[in-house]
């Protein structure tokens, strides 16, 4: 029995041990990163204030590098992202708020409905927006190695936000990964994106509807949106289709990404002539547009012929099922017209 005792507290001094060493590693980190921070010119003030609330976020790096244990398909991502009661409460939310979402879509050049499926689709409407705090997990992430440059990136981004007021220290927060506010921007689109659109000299994505759509239509704006484009269309392939017309898939890199769009795009003539239709079978519409398709799973799920403004979307998140998920909501949103 005493046996047993001892090699229980040796087990336990043991784990203590190394988590005392880790934190000292993380400890040491951050002092390092406090002084290159300080050296860049941030002022001192917010980086002493910034800096005192830094923990290490078990939680994050467990939500890093968890990954889905179930397989999931386009069919059964669509139902759950984009459920009838959330396309019931954007056409409300549409509704509510057309006025000012119209001005926007005018202003910026970008369809409402796509403002208002991104704010839903990212935020739920603004309810989830993530209660981690920023700083601590930025710095966690870039603590964990795998990503270090990019959020060092992230945290002198969310430094310079703290320094230009748009929000609290108290209040800077957002999800697991950094990503902020109503429209989930990483702190270097923030910097990048964000509008301060009532004019109140803070750029507010967290309590401020309005900053948000605009934030939003500016982001597609300048991913290159054109409002006289829908997002795509679902369609049917012939028998015996040749795959290589298919965007091809695996990219690294969005340049990579772009460089397979150019090859699949045609104009819709062309698609006409090699045998797509429409999900009813009818014909392609007879317009001048050019498209690329696009296939999220496989040869046996879904195909969409993909519109440039399909390229801003996944400008957005370079992912498919978040892409085509947009798209399905916006029509969802446009249709019937509100």
Do not use: C
Request: avoid cysteine; proline fraction near 3%.
């Amino acid at each position: 029995m005493l046996k047993q005792l001892a090699l229980i507290t040796a087990s336990i001094i043991s784990v203590s041990t190394f988590a005392d060493e880790e934190q000292a590693k993380f400890n040491q980190y951050v002092a390092n990163l406090k002084a290159e921070a300080i050296e860049k010119g941030y002022k001192k003030s917010i980086v002493e204030d910034a800096f005192a609330t830094i923990k290490f976020k078990k939680k994050v790096i467990k939500a890093d590098k968890n990954q889905p244990e179930v397989k999931e398909t386009l069919e059964t991502y669509l139902p759950k992202r984009v459920p009838k009661w959330k396309i019931d409460r954007a056409r409300k939310l549409y509704k509510e708020n057309k006025e000012v979402l119209e001005k926007i879509a005018e202003q910026y050049g970008v369809q409402a409905r796509f403002i208002v499926a991104l704010w839903g689709l990212e935020s739920n409407f603004g309810k989830i927006q993530g209660s981690t705090p920023v700083i601590s997990s930025v710095v966690t992430l870039a603590y964990d190695g795998r990503r270090e440059d990019m959020y060092k990136r992230q945290l002198w981004a969310a430094l310079t936000i703290l320094e230009e007021g748009h929000i609290s220290l108290e209040h800077f927060k957002g999800s697991w990964a950094g990503a902020m506010g109503q429209t989930q921007f990483m702190p270097t689109s923030f910097n990048a994106y964000a509008v301060d659109y009532d004019g109140d000299g803070k750029k507010d994505i967290w309590q401020n509807k309005y900053d948000a759509f605009a934030s939003i239509a500016n982001y597609l704006k300048k991913a290159g949106w054109n409002d006289s484009l829908t997002w795509g269309r679902q369609v049917l392939l012939p028998n015996e289709f040749d795959s290589s017309n298919i965007l091809q898939r695996g990219t690294r890199t969005r340049k990579q990404w772009l460089e397979n769009w150019s090859k699949s795009e045609r104009d819709l003539s062309a698609w006409q002539a090699l045998g797509l239709r429409r999900t009813d079978g009818s014909d392609l519409p007879q317009v001048d547009i050019t498209a690329a398709l696009v296939m999220p799973d496989d040869l046996n799920g879904r195909m969409y012929l993909a519109y440039d403004n399909y390229k801003a979307l996944m400008h957005w998140n370079r992912s498919y099922y978040f892409a085509t998920s947009v798209g399905y909501l916006s029509d969802r949103i446009g249709y019937p017209k509100i």
